[in-house]
C-alpha cells in the first residue's frame, strides 16, 4: 500500500487531517481484510473476537491509537465494566520503593537499550541507573570498542555502526537464574551478544548467519542448553541475489546458538515471518509467535487473512533430523525444513506444529508452572492460552487451545506473579490487566471472567515484565511497565519525549495494583528482565586467570618499549595512583604501536583511564585488568596522555608523553 500526500500542503500539515486520512486508510485496508473460510480438510478454530467485530475494533483502535494522549486518564470508561481500576495512590501498605543513601536494591533489572546498541542496568525497586553495559555500540567512557578486543570483537560480528537490542535473557540452571551470563539480540543485524556477569561486560557477539533480524530471543529452560533467536525478515536461502524477485521463496529461519561456543547450531524455515519466542519448562518446545502466514511483502497482504500460526519447535525432533542428515547446509550452517509441506512435517509427530490463532499475535510467554504458554491477540481483545502437554498428546489444533479470556484493546505482553496470575500489557487501553490463570482455562472463550482488576499506566505499555517471572518461582513484588509514550508525564526536552517506565507494586499477586513510581528512560529501551542480587555475584576488581586474551599483566619493574620490527615496537606500563609506569616513550613516524597497560591497583572503584585523543584510543582499565591497544604514529610530534578517569588528588598530574619522531630526522 502507498501512502500518496495530498496535494495540498495546509491538508498535510494539519493533524485532524492526518487523523482522517489515517484511518481512511486503514478502513480501505481492512475493507479487503477477508473473513477466515477454513476448508473441510484442514483444522479450523473458532478465533474469539475475530468473528464479528474485527473491523470495528480496529477502527476504534487506530483512533484510540492516535489519541493516545488521552489514555490512561478515563480509568473507567477502559475498564469495559470491569471494577478495579487504580490510579496511583499513596497507601501506607505499599513497600517502600525509595532506597535509603548507601542502602541496596533488592533486584539487578538489566533494560536493553534499543537502538543505543546497550544493557542498562538499574536497582528495583528504586529504579536508579547503577551502570550501562555498552554491546552493539562503541563506548568511550567504558574503552568499549576502542582496545585492540573488543574492537576486533565488533568488526567480526559485522562491523556495523549499530544495533537495536530487544530481548535480554538470563542463563539458568534447573529453571531458575544461575547469574553467569545474559544474552541479548540484535534485531537491526541479526545478532545474538553474550554478557559475562561476573564483569558486567560483553565478552562475545555473534553474527547470525542467513537471518538479517533477529527480533525474539530466549535461553532454553530449565538449562541453558541452547540460545534461540528467530529471524524476522523473510529472505532469498542463500541472499546472494537469488531470488530477490520471487518473494514465495523467501524464507524465515529459526535458530539455536550454542551459550558456551556462540555458534549457530541449526537453523529451521518456517511458513510466514517469526516473531517472539519462549520455551517450556522442560526442554523440548520452543514456541514462536508469528505473523503474515500471508507471506505478503506489503501490509495489505500481510493483513489479508484472519489468522497467523504460532510454531511449536519440538527440539529433540530437530536434534535428531540434524542427526541424521535430514538438512541443507547454508553459509556452514545445517538448514532442517519445517515449513507446512516438508516431509518431516507429515504424520503425527510433526518436527514443528503450526496452531492457528487469531491475526498477527505478538508475544508468547511460558506461565511458571510450565502448563500454558500466553499469546497476546494485539489485533483481537484476548490472550490465547496454549495447553503445552497437550502439544504432545493430540494431533488436533483445538485441543491446543486451553482458553481465551478477553482481556482489552491491543494486547502485547503477558508476565506471572507466581501465585496464578498473569498481567498483561493492553496497548490500546494503556493499562495493565491482572488476570486469574485457572480461571480463564475454566471460563468460556471470549470471557472476561477472569479478569481481576486493571491499572491504568502512562501511556502505551510495550512490554510487562514482574520480578524473576520468567523462572519456575517468581518473586512477584514488583511489576515494570514499559510504555513506548510519556506525553505530559515530565518536563518538555523538545520534539523527542523520554520513554516512562513505571514501577507497580503487586505484592506477590495478594494485592491491587499500585502504581508507586514514573521513570523517564532515554528512548528506546524494549524489555527487560529481572535477578534476585543474591542470585548474581560480580567482581569488584578482574582476576588475571579470567582474561580471555593471551594479555600480560604489566608491573611497574617490567614497563618499558621494545622495538619488535623495522617498523614495530610494543609499549609495556603498569597504572596507578597518579602515575603510569613510563613517564615518557619514543617511536618513529609509521611505526605500528601495541600498547598495553595494566591497573595495578588493588583497590576496588579506582578506575584508570589513558586517552591519546590525537590517535582516537581511549582505554578504561579496572583494577588489575589489562587493556592493549594498536595503533600507527603517522604524526610526528609530541602527544601527551592522560588519566581521564579521576582517581586522586594529583589526578591532573596524572600523564605521559608519547614522542613520534620523524622516521628521516
Given amino acids: 500500500?502507498?501512502?500518496?500526500?495530498?496535494?495540498?500542503?495546509?491538508?498535510?500539515?494539519?493533524?485532524?487531517?492526518?487523523?482522517?486520512?489515517?484511518?481512511?486508510?486503514?478502513?480501505?485496508?481492512?475493507?479487503?481484510?477477508?473473513?477466515?473460510?477454513?476448508?473441510?480438510?484442514?483444522?479450523?478454530?473458532?478465533?474469539?473476537?475475530?468473528?464479528?467485530?474485527?473491523?470495528?475494533?480496529?477502527?476504534?483502535?487506530?483512533?484510540?491509537?492516535?489519541?493516545?494522549?488521552?489514555?490512561?486518564c478515563t480509568g473507567s470508561l477502559m475498564n469495559g465494566g470491569q471494577s478495579g481500576s487504580n490510579q496511583q495512590s499513596s497507601g501506607g501498605s505499599t513497600p517502600e520503593h525509595l532506597v535509603e543513601p548507601g542502602e541496596h536494591d533488592e533486584y539487578y533489572g538489566f533494560w536493553s537499550g534499543g537502538q543505543s546498541g546497550e544493557i542498562r542496568v538499574m536497582g528495583i525497586p528504586s529504579m536508579r541507573v547503577l551502570m550501562r553495559i555498552p554491546v552493539f555500540n562503541k563506548d568511550a567512557s567504558r574503552g568499549y570498542g576502542y582496545d585492540d578486543e573488543t574492537r576486533q570483537m565488533l568488526e567480526d560480528a559485522g562491523d556495523y555502526t549499530w544495533g537495536d537490542n530487544h530481548h535480554p535473557v538470563l542463563s539458568e540452571t534447573d529453571g531458575d537464574y544461575d547469574g553467569e551470563y545474559l544474552w541479548v539480540n540484535d534485531k537491526a543485524n541479526g545478532r545474538l551478544a553474550r554478557v559475562n556477569l561476573t564483569y558486567f561486560e560483553?565478552?562475545?557477539?555473534?553474527?547470525?548467519?542467513?537471518?538479517?533480524?533477529?527480533?525474539?530471543?530466549?535461553?532454553?529452560?530449565?538449562?541453558?542448553?541452547?540460545?534461540?533467536?528467530?529471524?524476522?525478515?523473510?529472505?532469498?536461502?542463500?541472499?546472494?541475489?537469488?531470488?530477490?524477485?520471487?518473494?514465495?521463496?523467501?524464507?524465515?529461519?529459526?535458530?539455536?546458538?550454542?551459550?558456551?561456543?556462540?555458534?549457530?547450531?541449526?537453523?529451521?524455515?518456517?511458513?510466514?515471518?517469526?516473531?517472539?519466542?519462549?520455551?517450556?519448562?522442560?526442554?523440548?518446545?520452543?514456541?514462536?509467535?508469528?505473523?503474515?502466514?500471508?507471506?505478503?511483502?506489503?501490509?495489505?497482504?500481510?493483513?489479508h487473512d484472519d489468522r497467523d500460526y504460532v510454531k511449536a519447535f519440538d527440539v529433540p525432533a530437530i536434534e535428531q533430523a540434524v542427526e541424521n542428515g535430514n538438512y541443507e547446509e547454508v553459509n556452514g550452517v545445517p538448514i532442517v525444513d519445517g515449513t507446512q509441506e516438508s516431509s518431516l512435517n507429515q504424520g503425527d509427530n510433526p518436527i514443528v506444529r503450526y496452531?492457528?490463532?487469531?491475526?498477527?499475535?505478538?508475544?508468547?510467554?511460558?506461565?511458571p508452572n510450565g502448563d500454558y504458554a500466553m499469546v497476546a491477540g494485539k489485533l483481537s481483545p484476548t490472550v490465547t492460552m496454549l495447553d503445552i502437554d497437550a502439544l504432545d498428546e493430540s494431533s488436533d489444533p483445538e485441543d491446543v487451545v486451553a482458553g481465551r479470556p478477553k482481556v482489552g484493546l491491543g494486547p502485547l505482553h503477558t508476565?506471572?506473579?507466581?501465585?496464578?496470575?498473569?498481567?498483561?500489557?493492553?496497548?490500546?487501553?494503556?493499562?495493565?490487566?491482572?488476570?486469574?490463570?485457572?480461571?480463564?482455562?475454566?471460563?468460556?472463550?471470549?470471557?472476561?471472567?477472569?479478569?481481576?482488576?486493571?491499572?491504568?499506566?502512562?501511556?502505551?505499555?510495550?512490554?510487562?515484565?514482574?520480578?524473576?517471572?520468567?523462572?519456575?518461582?517468581?518473586?512477584?513484588?514488583?511489576?515494570?511497565?514499559?510504555?513506548?509514550?510519556?506525553?505530559?508525564?515530565?518536563?518538555?526536552?523538545?520534539?523527542?519525549?523520554?520513554?516512562?517506565?513505571q514501577l507497580i507494586h503487586i505484592g506477590q499477586g495478594e494485592k491491587e495494583m499500585e502504581l508507586?513510581?514514573?521513570?523517564?528512560?532515554?528512548?528506546?529501551?524494549?524489555?527487560?528482565v529481572f535477578a534476585h542480587k543474591d542470585k548474581l555475584d560480580p567482581a569488584t576488581t578482574w582476576d588475571k586467570s579470567d582474561y580471555r586474551?593471551?594479555?600480560?599483566?604489566?608491573?611497574?619493574?617490567?614497563?618499558?618499549?621494545?622495538?619488535?620490527?623495522?617498523?614495530?615496537?610494543?609499549?609495556?606500563?603498569?597504572?596507578?595512583?597518579?602515575?603510569?609506569?613510563l613517564s615518557e616513550f619514543t617511536v618513529k613516524e609509521g611505526d605500528e604501536v601495541t600498547l598495553t597497560?595494566?591497573?595495578?591497583?588493588?583497590?576496588?572503584?579506582?578506575?584508570?583511564?589513558?586517552?591519546?585523543?590525537?590517535?582516537?584510543?581511549?582505554?578504561?582499565?579496572?583494577?588489575?585488568?589489562?587493556?592493549?591497544?594498536?595503533?600507527?604514529?603517522?604524526?610526528?610530534?609530541?602527544?601527551?596522555?592522560?588519566?581521564?578517569?579521576?582517581?586522586?588528588?594529583?589526578?591532573?598530574?596524572?600523564?605521559?608523553?608519547?614522542?613520534?619522531?620523524?622516521?628521516?630526522?
Fill in 516 to 528: 508507586v513510581a514514573d521513570h523517564p528512560a532515554y528512548p528506546e529501551p524494549h524489555d527487560c
Fill in 597 to 665: 597497560v595494566t591497573n595495578i591497583e588493588g583497590v576496588r572503584d579506582i578506575i584508570h583511564g589513558l586517552a591519546i585523543p590525537e590517535y582516537d584510543i581511549h582505554l578504561a582499565i579496572a583494577p588489575q585488568d589489562t587493556q592493549k591497544v594498536t595503533f600507527t604514529a603517522d604524526k610526528p610530534g609530541v602527544y601527551w596522555f592522560y588519566c581521564t578517569y579521576f582517581c586522586s588528588a594529583l589526578h591532573l598530574e596524572m600523564r605521559s608523553r608519547m614522542i613520534v619522531e620523524p622516521r628521516d630526522g
Fill in 1 to 72: 500500500m502507498t501512502n500518496t500526500p495530498s496535494d495540498s500542503d495546509d491538508d498535510v500539515l494539519d493533524p485532524d487531517a492526518l487523523v482522517e486520512r489515517h484511518e481512511k486508510e486503514l478502513q480501505d485496508l481492512l475493507a479487503e481484510v477477508d473473513e477466515p473460510t477454513p476448508s473441510d480438510d484442514s483444522p479450523s478454530l473458532n478465533l474469539a473476537g475475530l468473528e464479528l467485530d474485527r473491523r470495528d475494533f480496529m477502527k476504534a483502535g487506530a483512533a484510540t491509537g492516535v489519541m493516545s494522549g488521552l489514555a490512561g
Fill in 549 to 581: 586474551t593471551d594479555k600480560e599483566f604489566v608491573t611497574q619493574q617490567n614497563s618499558g618499549v621494545e622495538r619488535t620490527g623495522e617498523q614495530s615496537v610494543d609499549v609495556k606500563m603498569s597504572s596507578m595512583r597518579s602515575e603510569y609506569g
Fill in 415 to 501: 508476565t506471572f506473579d507466581g501465585n496464578g496470575h498473569a498481567y498483561t500489557s493492553l496497548f490500546i487501553d494503556s493499562q495493565a490487566v491482572k488476570w486469574d490463570i485457572e480461571a480463564a482455562v475454566e471460563a468460556e472463550n471470549n470471557s472476561t471472567e477472569p479478569i481481576l482488576e486493571k491499572q491504568d499506566v502512562h501511556y502505551n505499555p510495550g512490554h510487562i515484565q514482574a520480578v524473576e517471572a520468567m523462572t519456575t518461582d517468581p518473586d512477584g513484588e514488583w511489576l515494570v511497565s514499559l510504555n513506548k509514550l510519556s506525553k505530559d508525564r515530565f518536563l518538555p526536552v523538545g520534539p523527542i519525549h523520554p520513554d516512562n517506565d
Fill in 355 to 367: 496452531i492457528p490463532t487469531p491475526k498477527s499475535p505478538h508475544c508468547v510467554e511460558v506461565e
Fill in 202 to 303: 560483553t565478552d562475545a557477539i555473534t553474527d547470525v548467519p542467513n537471518m538479517q533480524a533477529i527480533h525474539g530471543c530466549t535461553v532454553q529452560s530449565p538449562d541453558t542448553k541452547y540460545i534461540f533467536g528467530n529471524g524476522e525478515f523473510r529472505t532469498p536461502l542463500p541472499n546472494d541475489g537469488r531470488d530477490v524477485h520471487s518473494p514465495e521463496n523467501y524464507e524465515s529461519l529459526f535458530a539455536a546458538i550454542n551459550p558456551e561456543t556462540m555458534e549457530t547450531e541449526w537453523q529451521v524455515k518456517v511458513d510466514g515471518n517469526l516473531d517472539i519466542v519462549d520455551t517450556d519448562k522442560d526442554g523440548r518446545w520452543a514456541i514462536s509467535s508469528a505473523y503474515n502466514s500471508e507471506e505478503a511483502v506489503e501490509v495489505s497482504g500481510m493483513t
